[in-house]
């Protein structure tokens, strides 16, 4: 991507509908993502603000889901390696769309990690205050 002017490398998964993990010069950011009329997005990460302009809009578009949920069952994974911090809720609990799960710290930041679809939780896999690495399966929603 450009930056201000400048090619910067930058690392970004989708963790939840319009919620991304970015990795910039070594850092890790969740953002928030909003379309605005104009075409442009807003990204927002803790209190900071910014907007973004996608040099081809298909590119987004093709892969952006917005109200679309995912289907069947879900294995919720940790974006990246930390610790569990707050499970946010048990099994059995029904839960909507972008419904925080599970908070993880990683880097001195809390990173809160939503559900892809409504459904109930089938099992919660992770306990407060263990240490994950990235990729691991933190709970199943079905």
């Known amino acids: 991507m450009t930056l201000d002017g400048r090619p910067v490398a930058v690392d970004a998964v989708e963790i939840a509908p319009n919620t991304l993990s970015v990795l910039l010069d070594g850092q ?23 907007t973004a302009e996608v040099s081809d809009p298909r590119a987004w ?25 707050h499970l946010l809720v048990k099994a059995g609990d029904y839960v909507e ?26 099992r919660v896999l992770a306990k407060a205050g263990q240490p994950v690495n990235a990729g691991e399966v933190l709970c199943i929603v079905t």
Do not use: C, W, Y
Not at 28 to 45: A, H, M, W
Not at 97 to 122: D, Y
């Open 28 to 50: 890790s950011f969740e953002i928030s993502v909003t379309p605005s009329p104009d075409g442009r997005l807003k990204l927002q990460t803790g209190s900071q603000e910014f």
């Open 97 to 122: 769309a972008g419904q925080g799960l599970v908070v993880i710290e990683a880097m001195k930041m809390q990173n809160e990690i939503r559900s892809p679809k409504g459904g109930t939780v089938e």
């Open 61 to 85: 578009s093709g892969r952006h889901h917005g109200n679309v949920e995912a289907e069947g069952r879900q294995q919720i994974v940790a974006p990246m390696p930390g610790k569990v911090v």
